[in-house]
């Protein structure tokens, strides 16, 4: 249910429809409130710098694997980067360090996806000041703070903000809720980068863009224990369902279809819980899920038992202009800074 109605939300979203236009006097009021509390908010500089990875869009972008693409090629050029997030989900809205084994429930899936995929310190709290200073006080000699959705997160100052636009690009171009984003399209001016995440819409900015590319890895039992290739899935002959809890779950069906791996498929809704198993009930011989996913299903004892789940690797490859154009602008701050 939820993920119908997420679905059918980002169609109304794509036009100026009736939907849309009736609701745009909402949105005027939405985006003076948020105009007001930008302006009131005094941003709290760390002591090291802070590079924002976020976008507009209010549904997912992709802005995970972007950040986990950057954080691996930015220790690559010797930094020692540290990464922040509020943590989709979680109850608590105070600081807390994220471990791989960390609850889901308790850090939210994305953070702990990135803290497995990477091995840096992660911590998430709703202030992300806080989380930033907590992961500063337990890991000293982090030197670089990545905010992971932090675009709109104004108490934390930046250095670098990088702006991710999805394959839903921007909507109708209208902000909530009588479009989907979280702030006007002018906002991409102001930022340092846009990074393009498999989306072929078109607008106007004159920020630089860079695309990031991604291709399907291998297929990973949750134990880890056995590895299948796409393409030996497909010429197996054995049936497969594929189900995501993701933004944009198409796109990751639409990439194992290019496999030739035709699956039944399921869109879960994103950030899906799995406190009920959706594979339960289902017949097929593998199941592919995504990475997002696997982090909650591996701390669900039955999903875990089920030797058919498999998570399907994805892997962003970012421009390596763009990491160049990120250093340069942290040794220019550096400099303004007096560093």
């Given amino acids: 249910m939820r993920a119908n109605i997420e679905s059918w939300l980002h169609r109304q979203w794509t036009k100026r429809g009736a939907m849309a236009i009736a609701l745009s006097p909402l949105s005027l009021v939405f985006l003076c409130i948020a105009k007001n509390r930008r302006m009131r908010t005094v941003p709290t500089r760390l002591p090291v710098p802070v590079v924002v990875v976020g976008n507009i869009y209010v549904g997912g972008t992709g802005k995970t694997p972007v950040t986990i693409a950057l954080v691996r090629e930015l220790i690559r050029r010797g930094y020692r980067p540290g990464v922040v997030s509020r943590g989709f989900g979680r109850k608590e809205d105070g600081a807390q360090l994220v471990k791989p084994t960390s609850p889901a429930q308790k850090v939210g899936d994305e953070p702990l996806l990135i803290a497995k995929e990477t091995g840096v310190p992660v911590a998430v709290a709703r202030d992300r000041v806080e989380a930033a200073m907590l992961l500063l006080d337990k890991y000293p000699d982090c030197n670089l703070i990545i905010s992971d959705d932090g675009l709109q997160h104004y108490g934390l100052a930046r250095d670098v903000e990088l702006a991710v636009v999805g394959a839903r690009g921007l909507g109708n171009g209208w902000v909530l809720p009588a479009g989907p984003l979280r702030e006007p399209p002018s906002r991409l001016d102001e930022v340092d980068a846009i990074v393009l995440n498999a989306t072929e819409d078109s607008f106007d900015s004159r920020t630089p863009r860079f695309a990031a590319t991604a291709v399907l890895g291998k297929a990973r039992s949750l ?66 899920i995504t990475g997002k996913d696997a982090v909650k299903c591996r701390q669900r004892p039955e999903i875990f038992a089920d030797k058919r789940v498999y998570f399907v690797e994805y892997l962003v490859d970012i421009d390596p202009y763009l990491v160049d154009l990120i250093e340069h602008k942290l040794k220019e701050k550096a400099i303004e800074n007096g560093h």
Avoid at 265 to 286: A, Q, S, V, W
């Fill in 223 to 288: 134990d880890g224990e056995r590895v299948l290739d796409l393409d030996e899935i497909a010429a197996s002959g054995k049936k497969v369902f594929a189900a995501a809890g993701i933004a944009a779950p198409g796109r990751f069906f639409a990439m194992l279809r290019a496999h030739d791996i035709e699956a039944q498929t399921e869109e879960l809704g994103d950030h899906f819980d799995f406190h009920t198993n959706p594979f339960k009930e289902r017949e097929e011989d593998i199941i592919l």
